[in-house]
């Protein structure tokens, strides 16, 4: 048989899924729930049960199982054993432990890698990977997923109506790690298709790809590789690496869709899937598979030896608040309902440094992602590994299977002050208004990410340190964010940051200026509007298509080598950059908010605001070093709504009714209540990974 047509046949004919019909899996009143990864595989069958009481004796209410077992479940070709799992299924049901079974595609058993080593991945190098670690296997080879298919359906039919079955998760940290991408003949072909689905003809193709540029022209399809910095004496066309990074996040959304589809086509109904994404991960988008899972959880572990200066001489030990919360805001708004799948327990094993976190700093966490408004927190793991690659991963137990270790005793009180807040919870509370306020659409696409990062013009810009920069500076004024993309309605939303939005067309330049004419206030920031999609620069003057969106001119950007710092001056205050620099000229009607003090441009705008319609857009053209600029500008764009100053990674949310303070910075801090709040956990001064959760 042709296995790419049966895989094909397959998707085609499986149901769609429609949310609108789906159970109550997180009823409100829980709020959230905790729980554990467990490997029974690894540990003596006598030790199940005791390992499953103490669980439940520790707070746990679910058991994370499977994730990682093909070998055990499929130990020979067509041969599949799964009454060890169901013993483990009927021993968390005894404990009173929900489930969550996981899909093993992550680690493939050697029986299928040696018959069909097609299925691994090749690395740039054109190595292929072997067996031995996990996602060695490639999601696109249609052999590999004809196989994932089958252990899929046998875990379907024997749990998907298994009423003790809470949940599933395809697949784990959906990647190649470190090797990134696959170049196999395989993931080539699903390219060349994608490109031939997008293009139609090869000479689009060379249109958008530019390739009469160094005489990069093709005559088909076929001819067509994938980027690879290997292959070239220089960069790899960065409008086909666009393309290709498109398309691998495509993929990605696929195989997931391919094993959701596959899950419910052989009995899952009542159960809800997930994946479990990476933080803050650039290669998949989770927002592409907002059809095809029903909830949106992720990875995250805090603590693995870098420093976070911006916190104090505690960073290292606490952690970055603005990256957890960041996470928490983008995963959300996705559907509603969304988790932590792996949080970290206590020290790890993969950091270049792995320190311990800061006693309180893992009760911490877990709780910002309840104020998050998380539904689910997991821990990875219940008992740390006595062999393998994460021996020193520790657990919730101790090496001796049974003692509490200090991360599992945190986890413990967190489970124990969720079910002292539950009888608390308000079913009809309502967001402050004031609060409400300031609530913030932050806008990202993947594809400016990309883009930037195939052309980022000086290596001192960081994309991902520009979006936490102005996401900081919105959480220390109290500011309820989402992180959406640009088809959302954006018509809710007081405001709107759109930072580094480098590629635009007509159609957002319109709903932008919409948007701000009916009275919304929107900010964009530095390399904003440079380019078409395709990455192509207008041939117009430079990022000529938002001049009149911003009321301004944008005639040069700078960037300064090494550790050189320029000087912006806003309202007498100076601040250092070094990264980027737009330089401005405003139009008339159009407010300079800051300027270049330094450089042969001094006295010219890094920022300028201006009234359109009913509402204002704002341009913060240059990128500081601390984001202090772009924090004092902030808040004054912000300031008719009353905005907190708190310190920065000093968070305070509000959800279901609660405040809830977490702070992530090495001082203690003051939450700002009333004086008549209710205070449910904690104190009014927060210690450095304290909590505090009031009602007002």
């Not at 006598?46 to 009481?53: C, E, G, I, K, L």
């Not at 300028?608 to 984001?627: A, F, Q």
Request: glycine share 8%.
């Amino acid at each position: 048989m042709n296995r790419s047509r049966s895989t094909l046949a397959l998707f085609f004919m499986l149901p769609l899924f429609s949310p609108a019909a789906a159970p109550d899996w997180f009823p409100r009143s829980d709020m959230m729930s905790i729980g554990v990864y467990y490997y029974p595989e690894a540990w003596p069958e006598s030790q199940w049960a005791r390992d499953m009481a103490n669980m439940r004796k520790m707070g746990m209410e679910f058991v994370h199982l499977g994730e990682f077992a093909w070998s055990f479940m499929e130990p020979e070709e067509g041969h599949f054993e799964l009454d060890w799992l169901e013993k483990n299924v009927a021993l968390a049901a005894q404990n009173h432990l929900k489930v969550i079974l996981c899909t093993p595609s992550a680690t493939p058993p050697i029986w299928l890698t040696r018959k069909y080593p097609e299925i691994l991945m090749v690395d740039a190098a054109g190595r292929r990977m072997n067996h031995g670690g996990r996602q060695q296997a490639d999601w696109s080879a249609p052999v590999y997923r004809d196989y994932v298919a089958k252990i899929d359906a046998e875990l379907a039919k024997r749990f998907g109506r298994d009423p003790r079955v809470w949940g599933w998760q395809i697949d784990n940290e959906l990647s190649h790690y470190e090797k990134e991408f696959s170049y196999s003949p395989a993931a080539t072909a699903r390219f060349r298709a994608w490109l031939r689905e997008k293009y139609g003809t090869i000479a689009r193709l060379n249109a958008d790809w530019g390739t009469a540029f160094w005489s990069m022209v093709y005559q088909n399809f076929d001819q067509i590789e994938i980027p690879n910095q290997l292959d070239h004496p220089g960069l790899p066309n960065p409008h086909a690496q666009l393309d290709f990074n498109r398309w691998f996040a495509a993929e990605a959304a696929d195989y997931l869709r391919f094993q959701a589809a596959t899950l419910r086509q052989n009995g899952v109904a009542a159960q809800w899937i997930t994946t479990n994404y990476m933080a803050m991960y650039p290669n998949v988008d989770p927002t592409l598979s907002a059809k095809d899972l029903d909830a949106f959880t992720w990875t995250h572990y805090p603590v693995h030896g870098d420093v976070f200066p911006e916190n104090g001489p505690l960073g290292f030990r606490l952690g970055s608040g603005a990256v957890q919360s960041f996470m928490h805001d983008f995963m959300r708004p996705i559907n509603g309902l969304s988790g932590l799948m792996e949080l970290q327990p206590g020290q790890v094993n993969w950091g270049a440094i792995n320190p311990w976190p800061q006693p309180g700093a893992i009760h911490m966490w877990i709780m910002r992602a309840f104020a998050a408004g998380a539904r689910i927190v997991c821990t990875y793991r219940y008992r740390q590994p006595l062999f393998g690659n994460e021996q020193y991963h520790k657990g919730l137990v101790e090496t001796d299977g049974v003692t509490p270790s200090p991360g599992g005793r945190e986890y413990s009180r967190a489970m124990a002050d969720i079910l002292k807040l539950r009888p608390s919870y308000r079913p009809d509370a309502k967001e402050p208004a004031a609060y409400a306020k300031r609530r913030t659409a932050f806008l990202i696409n993947f594809d400016n990410r990309w883009d930037i990062e195939n052309h980022k013009q000086t290596t001192r810009w960081d994309t991902h340190a520009h979006w936490l920069k102005y996401y900081r500076a919105l959480k220390s004024m109290m500011a309820p964010v989402d992180v959406v993309t640009e088809d959302r309605d954006l018509a809710a939303y007081p405001f709107v940051v759109a930072p580094a939005y480098q590629l635009v067309d007509q159609a957002l330049i319109a709903k932008w200026t919409a948007y701000a004419g009916n009275g919304g206030h929107l900010i964009l920031t530095a390399r904003t509007g440079q380019k078409d999609r395709r990455g192509h620069f207008p041939e117009t003057l430079w990022a000529e298509q938002i001049y009149r969106l911003i009321g301004a001119r944008l005639p040069i950007y700078d960037l300064l080598p090494g550790n050189l710092e320029g000087t912006v001056t806003a309202e007498g205050v100076r601040y250092s950059w070094g990264s980027w620099a737009d330089i401005l000229e405003p139009e008339p009607g159009t407010t300079s908010l800051a300027t270049y003090s330094d450089q042969f441009y001094a006295g010219r705008s890094a920022a300028v605001t201006h009234k359109l319609g009913k509402g204002s857009v704002t341009y913060i053209g240059v990128d500081t070093e601390k984001g202090d600029l772009e924090m004092a500008l902030l808040r004054k764009i912000y300031a008719a709504t009353a905005p907190a100053t708190l310190k920065p990674d000093f968070l305070v949310d509000w959800r279901d009714g609660f405040w809830v303070a977490t702070n992530f910075t090495s001082l203690p801090q003051v939450i700002p209540a009333a004086a008549t709040a209710h205070l449910l956990l904690g104190a009014r001064t927060v210690a450095p990974g304290g909590v505090t959760v009031w009602q007002e």
